[in-house]
């Protein structure tokens, strides 16, 4: 899928409010582009305006440069509505708040690089997956969500065309991540006086549970009540669950925040992120206050704070969080349409862009509970929870139809250097990397940890096997090589289709050259 990866930062040392706006990762190579730009004075008023009416905590400030002080009214004069007046007021606000978020950060060109993604996205009758990064920790807070073109228009994380997350590129290197067909959860109920334990584990069993319909993956729930952090570190590394569901009291702090899991028991962020990454989870949710706001200083907000932050950057593939206080009606619609879609195979940021839609039906536009929940997604994870519906019926299995696959080639990948080694490619996914966990081991240090991937997808041509391969590049720096009629070629994360004999190279444009080969071709 064409993805399209920005990020904001501050530029210190400036004097004012000057920031950087940059491309990151774009589906064409003209595209990474950079835009300076100062922060406006009219987006801090709203923001705080935003704060006194739908925050359900302290104001968290933007850090004023040496502009601040010179507040004009803003165009929709926000002032307190009149009485009987909050409905259409919220709604302004909300618009106002959105469409000068997007006007700051879609301007000259990075409106370009976006508007020609998205229509390069159309073109392949695809989405487009876009990402924002906010390195400056004084802009975290704010609903990016909302970001909305022209009144009338959806909100970014709304859009029919498009799948709106947030990411950050200071991570540790993603897991191996399991193929799985079932979605397994595990659902830990912490500590919370607001709710009844017992009651409230019922109802989201029966939610994430919900009977299946035709072409619904299967899900399997195990549910603790109140564990101990030792009871619930035995469960993650015992047993192979892919989603982590926690349900209860949470609190902001500047290691990730704390989670209740009983009365006197609490965990940070720190030390669950160090239990999910060691399980090979691919999606951790939230269902507490605060999992995606920042912890805070007076009013100021603390670096790499947010429980959501600390998750991603120790390489939990996907983090699902609350902005801010979210009522149980809410999280429960949310959770309910959320899981419908999992299940029906969908991936994750779809997943939420459906039930974030479900939420807005429900609760009206002006309110905002639409606007709360906040995905974050690892920078090299593709969204992808469970196999897809048309990966699952294509795929020939080995230990059903061996007599098929005993006609199919085999296909291998061979140095040709002299005295180089030939690997066999798996069935499935064959790994390629500098680390001992790969399929195939390269120890060159221009040669990332986990490299590359060469994907094998069996189809049926009539009653005919058809094996094709696919190389899927994964590198930090996208040293994957292939040599085509112009030379030697990047491939930048991106996947390309394999034919026999074609040369490939990892790392160094300079290093050892292999050879893709399927026999009697």
Known sequence: MPSLNLAIARLINTGTDNFA???VKAPYPSGYVLHDCVWPVELTQVWQEWQQMFAGHSGLDIHPGSNQGQINPSPINLVAPPSGQTTSYSIRLMQYLGINLWRWVFDGPILGSLERSRGMAMGQRRRLRFRLEIRDPDLIALPWEIMQR?????AMSLSPDLLFSRTTSEVEALPYLRTDQTLNILLVLGHDDNLQLEQEAIILEQILEQRSFQGYAPCNVKTLLQPTPQELIQELETKAYNV????????????????LLRPGMTLNGIEIAQVLTRSGLKLAVFNACWGAQPASSHHQ????????????????????GMRDQIADHESHSFIQAFTAALRSRKSIDEAVAEARQELLTLYKFNQPAWTLPVLYLHPDFDGELIKSFDEGVTEIPETVLPNLNSSIPQASLRSLSSGGETWVLRSGVTRIGRT?????VIPEPSVSKRHAEILCRNTLTGTTPVRTYYLQDFSTYGTTWCLGPNGWQQILREEVPLQSGMQLKFGSSRGEIWQFVIEDS
């Open 150 to 154: 022209e009144p009338g228009q959806p």
């Open 301 to 320: 907000a603390i670096p790499a704070s947010s429980m959501a932050e600390v998750l991603i950057r120790h390489g939990v593939p996907a983090v699902l």
């Open 244 to 259: 982590f569901f926690y349900a209860g009291h949470g609190l902001p702090g500047p290691d990730g925040g704390l989670f």
């Open 436 to 440: 001992k966990d790969n399929d195939i």
């Open 21 to 23: 706006i940059w491309v």
